[in-house]
């Protein structure tokens, strides 16, 4: 797999909480410079960005973030607004409390309701792995796919780690057939980033892979 193919499979993003207009607008510029799978940003600046790229980069946000534990109907909310801003894609963070409490039909209709509110537009479900145990990520696995999610996702990549080569490979066991992985958080190589495609992830959420091309190309 070439450099490019990977490129192809990443979300470019930039989440830090300090994070201003010129930071990401940089983002978009580099995302279309090196043909990335989309941009991933903050909400607030999902219209303006969307505006700034043109339909020529898929404009990925996320909901609920990092630590997901808002109310579902604000999460809903975050994620119709986001849409009529112009996102294409929606990364929401599940509310881990509810699955330390093994609320499996809560999580269901959480999960349900964005689905709803993202309408044909990509939903990815954020379980940040490194918070759950194995048996915590099987029923993840289930739950999103019962649900209907486009993806499953490792990390927010603000929390005590990221993806790992051994959750991809649980996820490619666990998922159906219709949802497919993101790894995200910790990517630091292409060569890291390869061996996560093989083992099944179809996303990643990075931007060090294009500051390497960057520095290479310097």
């Not at 009529?84 to 809560?106: F, H, Q």
């Not at 509110?117 to 379980?127: F, H, M, P, S």
Request: aromatic share 6%; charged share 30%; proline share 3%.
């Amino acid at each position: 797999m070439n450099r490019q193919e990977i490129l192809s499979r990443c979300d470019h993003t930039i989440l830090k909480p300090e994070a201003v207009w010129e930071d990401v607008r940089k983002i978009c510029d580099e995302a279309m410079q090196y043909h990335t799978a989309s941009i991933c940003i903050p909400p607030c600046y999902v219209k303006r960005a969307a505006e700034y790229c043109d339909g020529r980069m898929p404009v990925c946000t996320v909901i609920g973030f990092p630590h997901g534990n808002e109310a579902s109907i604000v999460k809903a909310f975050e994620a119709r607004n986001a849409i009529a801003d112009g996102a294409d894609e929606i990364d929401m963070v599940i509310n881990i409390g509810m699955l330390k409490m093994k609320d499996r039909e809560g999580l269901k209709q959480e999960i349900s309701l964005l689905r709803e509110a993202c309408g044909d537009k990509i939903l990815k479900v954020i379980i940040e792995t490194c918070l759950l145990t194995e048996e915590e990520k099987i029923m993840m696995c289930e739950i999103v796919t019962e649900c209907g999610a486009d993806f499953i996702k490792t990390s927010t990549g603000f929390s005590t780690g990221g993806a790992t080569f051994e959750d991809v490979a649980l996820f490619k066991k666990h998922v159906g057939p219709n949802v497919r992985i993101k790894a995200a958080g910790g990517i630091a190589s292409f060569e890291d980033a390869e061996k996560m495609v093989e083992l099944g992830a179809d996303r990643l959420g990075t931007s060090r892979l294009v500051k390497i091309m960057q520095a290479e190309q310097a």
